[in-house]
């Protein structure tokens, strides 16, 4: 069966530090990949999706970035955090017949 | 691009009533159409899903509909309990596209109260 790690759940991090969280998927292959972000109280918001390897496309322009080094894999970075940037970071594939599915999500407190 | 409203953003009921969340979205092309259920801190998670091949689809106490023609689609939760309480989405995407692409509505923060 498939599965889904995001890592890791919470960090705290100083503003202009920089930022890295890794999701990972199992049990299917060439998976279309996608980061969101939700401040609190707030909606999902798409950031970086992809459909394969090294091809990542961007909804909002930010202070963030993604890549996808290997197949299952999906990064999202920054050089310097900002204030804004805090909230719950989701990763998430989709089987091309159903809905996502969620990881288990980042909560980002920049300070 | 696809563009889903929800609502209402708030529902408060009592234990026992039920609970009803609309969407309305505004692709002709969309043919797939989730539910997920947000517990305070967690991930969102699939609760029912509807094609747009059928018309209603139920799963014990909740149920979605879905109008094509009017291009809106609808939540039921039956005889609510207060574990009901959460944030749910609904989304609107095109089952089988390269992209695959969920477009989520701003989701609805349902209350059950004892």
């Known amino acids: 069966s498939q599965t889904i790690h995001q890592w890791p759940a919470t960090l705290v991090q100083p503003v202009g530090s920089p930022l890295s969280l890794e999701c990972t998927v199992e049990?299917?292959?060439?998976?279309?990949l996608y980061w969101y972000r939700q401040a609190a109280g707030r909606g999902l918001q798409l950031l970086f999706y992809s459909v394969g390897i090294g091809q990542i496309s961007s909804e909002v322009p930010q202070n963030l970035s993604a890549s996808r080094p290997q197949d299952r894999q999906f990064i999202l970075s920054s050089k310097k955090l900002l204030l804004s940037d805090s909230g719950f970071y989701l990763c998430?594939?989709?089987?091309?017949?159903?809905?996502?599915?969620f990881g288990s999500g980042t909560r980002l407190t920049v300070v | 691009g696809e563009n889903v409203e929800q609502h209402p953003s708030t529902l408060s009921v009592q234990e026992g009533d039920s609970a009803v969340i609309k969407c309305t979205y505004s692709?002709?092309?969309?043919?797939?159409f989730p539910w997920y259920k947000q517990e305070l801190g967690k991930r969102p998670q699939l609760i029912i899903d509807?094609?747009?091949?059928?018309g209603e689809k139920k799963d014990q106490r909740i149920a979605v509909t879905l109008n094509k023609t009017a291009k809106h689609f609808s939540l039921h939760i039956t005889e609510t309990q207060p574990e009901d309480s959460a944030v749910y989405f609904c989304a609107a995407s095109t089952r089988g596209s390269t992209l695959g692409r969920l477009y989520f509505g701003r989701g609805t923060q349902l209350t059950v109260w004892p």
């Open positions: 692709d002709s092309a969309s043919n797939y």
């Open positions: 998430a594939w989709r089987d091309r017949d159903y809905g996502y599915t």
């Open positions: 509807i094609r747009s091949n059928v």
């Open positions: 049990g299917t292959s060439n998976p279309n």
